[in-house]
């Protein structure tokens, strides 16, 4: 009797699951109401085609723009700042902690959230009774499934495919020209900053996928995640070309930048100092999941072999 009870919750649980998952794969068709599993693993249920959409995350709001959503956005978060239309749409405050007050009162169906650092604050709007999604791409091949997965959600597949698509193509382009350039002709690559505490992208970021997918070798790539490095790593490194992002947070005047740079103590025999191979670029190209990070990837491609 006991073995038959576990297996008849045995054979529920993977049903469940199994249920889940079809759920998704036929939402092409977008059917309403959609059940699908988030960036998470929770499973929600959105009833009707969203009309009211709120963006928690600058990166969400460009996925949302991109996929012609724009006129059903009606909150976003202080940094959003692209497309330019996104600019003049309300503003619900900071990424976090979220004005739970302000989110309330703009009376959305639909919160496309970012997980991270937000992941503690979703369980809040859900008891609110919001239909969250969370997504979290940590690669290009999961960005383009979370555009692809957005795009279902509000009931435009057919535009997330062809984004997807779009996307693919110049993101394949340039993987094939990668192809043909041998290791030796690969650069060496720093990621640098403008403060004098120097955090670099390693193994596991968006940045360090992009520099390798753009035939470049990134110094750090053998450390994990965003670390912090020493001047000495560096120069030991000697990078052939130097990139500074920057963004919102740390503006400068390009030409300042360089010469700061340049300049730096024991760094005048890096091959890119030598040579003046620094880059000063749009951080948000390389840090933000959604679709401009291709036009990253053709920068830096750009940068490395052209």
Not at 205 to 216: A, P, V, Y
């Amino acid at each position: 009797m006991k073995i038959f009870k576990k297996s008849i919750l045995v054979f529920t649980f993977l049903f469940l699951i199994l249920s889940s998952l079809l759920s998704f794969s036929f939402a092409g068709a977008s059917n309403y109401p959609l059940t699908i599993i988030d960036d998470t693993g929770s499973i929600i249920t959105i009833p009707q085609e969203p009309q009211r959409i709120i963006s928690t995350a600058p990166s969400n709001s460009e996925i949302l723009f991109a996929l012609g959503l724009g006129d059903k956005v009606v909150g976003v978060t202080d940094y959003t700042n692209y497309p330019e239309e996104a600019t003049k749409v309300e503003k619900i405050g900071k990424m976090s902690p979220l004005n739970l007050e302000k989110i309330t009162s703009l009376k959305p169906d639909l919160i496309l959230a970012y997980a991270g650092f937000q992941l503690k604050e979703i369980p809040r709007l859900r008891e609110l009774g919001f239909n969250v999604l969370v997504i979290e791409p940590l690669t290009i091949k999961e960005t383009l499934k979370s555009l692809k997965m957005v795009a279902i959600v509000c009931g435009i597949p057919e535009k997330g495919n062809t984004l997807v698509e779009d996307l693919s193509q110049r993101l394949n382009k340039i993987k094939s020209e990668v192809y043909n350039i041998s290791i030796p002709k690969r650069p060496r690559v720093f990621i640098g900053g403008t403060y004098e505490t120097i955090y670099t992208p390693g193994e596991g970021t968006l940045f360090n996928e992009l520099i390798t997918l753009s035939g470049g070798k990134n110094i750090a790539a053998s450390l994990p995640g965003w670390i912090k490095i020493s001047p000495e790593f560096v120069a030991e490194a000697e990078p052939d070309i130097i990139i500074i992002p920057i963004g919102a947070m740390n503006l400068g005047e390009e030409s300042k930048i360089k010469e700061n740079i340049s300049q730096r103590p024991g760094w005048s025999n890096i091959p890119a100092i030598k040579a003046q191979s620094i880059f000063i670029v749009n951080e948000d190209l390389f840090y933000r999941a959604g679709p401009r990070l291709i036009d990253g990837l053709e920068l830096l491609y750009e940068i490395f072999h052209k």
